[in-house]
């Protein structure tokens, strides 16, 4: 079963667009995190959420946790090569300390 | 600090082999994680240690995977015997416990032919 579901899944856009991902669950977690991979690396943390309806930005990009604690996005603004990677949400259960990931929406930014 | 170092970062071996993957957690970090990667999978959680001791290993897969954690800087997750559908990337995770953030190593490209 997966619990995590992140849409899209593949999304290629041009230099300059904005774009938003999603990160559905029909599960409540405690927090959410969002990481980025490139090729050949680990996931790199971005951000972690934990109140419902928290809003944080980090440069061009805005997360979203939803007021359910279900749900979150990544809204990007004016994306720029450097932003292809494979984005990855992650979401943890109290204090049980083990975080299930989403399958993950490959983004491409062509210059 | 040098962040989780994984070794080898390749690993090519033949079916039946044994294989075993090493990792060093950042220093300080209490929690680590083994994941296992495919394209068909995602990322799938493995087996995870708080203060060394194993608290679940409900994903590995079978008996033909083990995992130990004799101190706080070391890790080994062995394969014995290998199969070519344990083909995969292999990542290492530590976290400080109730920090649900994870820093991971760059991984072990795992192929067995």
């Known amino acids: 079963t997966q619990l995590l579901e992140q849409s899209p899944q593949f999304l290629s856009i041009q230099e300059g667009e904005n774009l938003t991902v999603y990160c559905n669950s029909s599960?409540?977690?405690?927090?959410l995190q969002w990481y980025r991979q490139e090729p050949g690396e680990g996931p790199v943390l971005l951000v972690t959420v934990v109140t419902g309806g928290e809003v944080k930005k980090l440069k061009r990009l805005t997360f979203q946790f939803g007021d359910a604690r279900k749900d979150s996005s990544l809204h990007i603004t004016a994306a720029q090569p450097g932003d292809t990677g494979l984005y990855l949400c992650a979401g943890a259960h109290g204090n049980a300390g083990k975080s299930t990931f989403g399958d993950g929406t490959t983004l491409t930014v062509k210059p | 600090d040098a962040g989780v170092i994984q070794s080898p970062r390749h690993e090519v071996t033949e079916m039946g082999q044994e294989v075993t993957l090493r990792c060093k957690p950042i220093?300080?970090?209490?929690?680590l994680f083994w994941y296992r990667q495919t394209m068909m999978r995602g990322l799938e959680l493995l087996i995870y240690f708080n203060n060394n001791v194993p608290i679940d290993d409900s994903g590995m897969p079978e008996d033909r995977f083990s995992a130990k954690m004799p101190n706080a800087s070391f890790s080994t997750l062995k394969i014995q015997p290998s199969e070519p559908r344990d083909s995969a990337v292999y990542f290492c995770?530590?976290?400080?416990?109730?920090?649900?953030?994870?820093?991971f190593g760059s991984g072990t490209r795992l192929t067995v032919v």
């Open positions: 599960s409540v977690f405690s927090s």
């Open positions: 220093s300080g970090h209490n929690s």
């Open positions: 995770a530590s976290s400080l416990r109730r920090d649900p953030g994870y820093t």
